[in-house]
């Protein structure tokens, strides 16, 4: 099933023996991040990543709880296809983290990624706002230690 830019994807969900779907407009995971571009992007797989970044925010003082996991929530929907990919194996992958700064309110931060690439977003929305230096603290981490890790 070839999917486009602006193709259908379907969400199936089974509850008493009905299909229910849900369909996005797009099958781009772009669309679903938040509206900024990636503050940082790594040609790392997604779960090598992820455990990099966990392991930088620790060292610096950060605390990370990951609290979503797309490859372990599609473990309960079999049936469906990867919008990507068109079939059941997927190397899509979409990590949510809340990042913890002393008592300040947790920043939300979002991975998405592949075998091949992972691109970071903070989420910093009237919605969800977080204060300019957790934001800031978190970006520097980052930022500054992929020129000597990666």
Not at 18 to 27: F, G, H, Q, R, T
Not at 90 to 110: H, R, S
Request: glycine share 4%.
């Amino acid at each position: 099933m070839p999917i486009k830019e602006y193709g259908r994807w379907r969400f199936c969900h089974q509850v008493e023996n009905i299909m229910l779907e849900a369909l996005l407009v797009s099958c781009d995971w772009r669309f679903l991040m938040p509206p900024t571009s990636p503050f940082l992007v790594l040609n790392k797989p997604c779960d090598k990543a992820v455990a990099w970044a966990v392991q930088l925010l620790e060292q610096n003082g950060l605390h990370p709880v990951q609290t979503f996991d797309l490859q372990t929530a599609r473990l309960a929907h079999a049936d469906c296809p990867c919008p990507h990919h068109g079939t059941a194996h997927c190397t899509c992958q979409m990590v949510v983290l809340l990042v913890y700064q002393g008592d300040n309110l947790p920043a939300t931060m979002t991975i998405h990624g592949n075998t091949e690439a992972s691109w970071f977003y903070i989420v910093n929305t009237p919605q969800q706002p977080i204060g300019q230096q957790v934001e800031k603290h978190i970006e520097d981490v980052l930022n500054l230690a992929t020129d000597a890790t990666i």
